[in-house]
């Protein structure tokens, strides 16, 4: 077992929205990441983003049947609290105009919350 490193993404966030561990607040990804707000999850709404941090993608593959079409899934969870958040698309089984998903990640809004951080001006001296 070794030191597991935890991602914070204040200086990352251009537009100062940070998405979060409802249950922890360890950081997940920034708004501009954030490809669309128009997904589903088993909880209910769920957003759909190109990167994330902090997580741990499960090592097994799921194929779920979806409004889209079957898709291979893995679980992800938080690595500060093991709080399940949503899950990584693999692969899409059946239909090539949902390729875009692949390898981009959904988290569910009820695992999430948003920290708005204050931008800092940095003065050259």
């Known amino acids: 077992m070794g030191f597991t490193y935890r991602a914070y993404l204040d200086e990352e966030a251009k537009r100062c929205k940070i998405y979060a561990c409802s249950k ?3 950081h997940l990804s920034t708004f501009d990441y954030l490809i669309s707000k128009d997904f589903h999850g088993v909880h209910g709404k769920a957003y759909l983003f190109e990167n994330v941090v902090n ?3 499960s090592h097994e593959s799921e194929v779920r049947e979806m409004t889209t079409g079957k898709h291979l899934i893995r679980y992800i969870s938080c690595s500060g609290c093991d709080e399940e958040l949503g899950w990584k698309y693999a692969s899409s089984l059946q239909r090539k105009n949902q390729k875009y998903k692949e390898g981009k990640f959904i988290l569910e809004k009820c695992g999430l919350e948003q920290i708005v951080s204050v931008a800092r001006d ?4």
């Open 24 to 26: 922890c607040s360890s």
């Open 55 to 57: 997580v741990v993608v």
């Open 122 to 125: 940095r003065i050259l001296k």
